[in-house]
């Protein structure tokens, strides 16, 4: 379900798409910083459906492992804007 829901998302630049992460074109700090925005709002989305069908504990959980995966593609990346001499 949610991995469809991503793949309908409408992501400015799509990063989950590992492609983008090599592609000069878009792997940048403004690119990247949208689509952190974008993965937010998403996120956000998907919580909202989630909450439906978790107790609150389950959803806060559900939440923090969002919040970790926003955290682990910004430094990813980072990183590799800072490796291709983008950053």
């Known amino acids: 379900?949610?991995?469809d829901?991503?793949?309908s998302y409408p992501f400015t630049v799509d990063f989950y798409n590992k492609q983008n992460w090599v592609n000069p074109q878009v792997l940048n700090p403004p690119a990247v910083g949208k689509f952190?925005?974008?993965q937010t709002q998403?996120?956000?989305?998907t919580a909202q459906?989630?909450?439906q069908m978790l107790t609150p504990a389950?959803?806060?959980a559900?939440?923090?492992n969002q919040a970790a995966v926003r955290q682990m593609m910004k430094?990813?990346?980072s990183s590799l804007i800072q490796m291709s001499g983008g950053g």
């Open 1 to 3: 379900m949610q991995n």
């Open 5 to 7: 829901s991503r793949k």
């Open 36 to 38: 952190l925005d974008e």
């Open 42 to 45: 998403f996120q956000a989305q």
């Open 49 to 51: 459906q989630a909450a």
């Open 58 to 60: 389950q959803l806060q």
């Open 62 to 64: 559900y939440e923090q």
């Open 75 to 77: 430094m990813q990346l």
